[in-house]
């Protein structure tokens, strides 16, 4: 059938809005009617030429919601009609990664994904005759997709697709850093480095699990405004310290009998080497847990000395803030619902499909939060 979709015909240029061709779901598939999609800086890197491991031409997008039209043989977990959270981390509850019960990344159909295709190495999409590649397994930048039963997330029906998309990729990632990935208790001290869509949404998760300081960092003074917004408790600009930024932010989390100081848990938001030995050294020694959140640029890497982790620091990554999508996701649909997190003031920009183009350029200047492209 006929699709509309942006295309990424080819690294560093435009998305072209077009029409496309996609087939039905095949076994173990559905076809969803995506609502809406926010932009995040994945696509972006992708679409760039950046990423080593992108393909061209493709449907880029991975943070939508939708509604199911149609399935393939052997879908039992989701029918017509449903509504739901595209994956870009499935979760089939059957590989030794699931079992394992200790990761959130699924292998099921890891290595097709990361091809651009189907579990059966094929793709749905073609424009003109030619294949064109998914992108994350989820392909959202299109008003059609199809997707694997075990990249989607069942939801509720009365939640807004414009809002809940975001938690397709930003919110979970945030949230799920805080909750999953840190495990962070009342009464906790923790540092938030870059206050964009994703470390707003790890201070909201600091806030929901009751952490005491929320020492938000980022050299945008702009952000001061917005990271209160959402509950962080205090706001250093590093171009306004003076001297060193870690010690400066040590000293900050010093309180009564400790004298140490540093925080219980930090987290790198901005993809920033430079930041992420920050984030790490400005923890507390012998239990201080850093988690990495931002995705740095290809080939780069981390530096710090040994010493401090052998006095008990910790450096930990998270994919998805450790959620398992199809269990976690519709959670996070329903504390939404409750209002026990906020999504509507981090989406600062909608537009239709064919104003695309104009997201990213919101995103790159940094004018943004989020964009959702409403259908
Ligand atoms: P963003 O660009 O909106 O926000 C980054 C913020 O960092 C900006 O406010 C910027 O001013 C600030 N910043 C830049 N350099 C800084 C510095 N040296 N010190 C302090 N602050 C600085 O980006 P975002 O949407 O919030 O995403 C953040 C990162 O998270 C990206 O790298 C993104 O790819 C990554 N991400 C990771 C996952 C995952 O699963 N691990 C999921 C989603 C996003
Ligand atoms: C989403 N991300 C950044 C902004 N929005 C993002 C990017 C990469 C990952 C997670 C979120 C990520 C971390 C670890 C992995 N990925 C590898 C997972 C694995 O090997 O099992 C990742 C993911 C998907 C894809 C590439 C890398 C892909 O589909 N192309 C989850
Ligand atoms: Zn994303």
Known sequence: MD????VALEAGKPLEITTVQLDGPQAGEVMVEIKATGICHTDEFTLSGADPEGLFPAVLGHEGAGVVVDVGPGVTSVKTGDHVIPLYTPECRTCPSCLSRKTNLCTAIRATQGQGLMPDG??????????????MGTSTFANYTVLPEIAVAKIREDAPFDKVCYIGCGVTT????VINTAQVEPGAKAIVFGLGGIGLNVIQGLRLVGAEMIIGVDINPAKKEWGERFGMTHFVNPNDVEGDLVPYLVDMTKKGADQIGGADYTFDCTGNVTVMRQALEACHRGWGQSIIIGVAPAGAEIATRPFQ?????VWKGTA??????????PRIVDWY???????DPMITHTMPLTDINNGFDLMHAGESIRSVVVY
């Not at 094929?122 to 992108?135: D, I, Q």
């Open 3 to 6: 699709v509309r979709a942006a």
């Open 122 to 135: 094929s793709s749905r999409f073609s424009l003109e005759g030619k294949p064109l590649f998914h992108y």
């Open 174 to 177: 945030g949230i799920g850093a």
């Open 309 to 313: 982790l052998v006095t008990g620091r």
């Open 320 to 329: 998805f803030g450790g959620a398992r999508g199809r269990t976690d996701v």
């Open 337 to 343: 619902m409750d209002g026990r997190i906020e999504i």
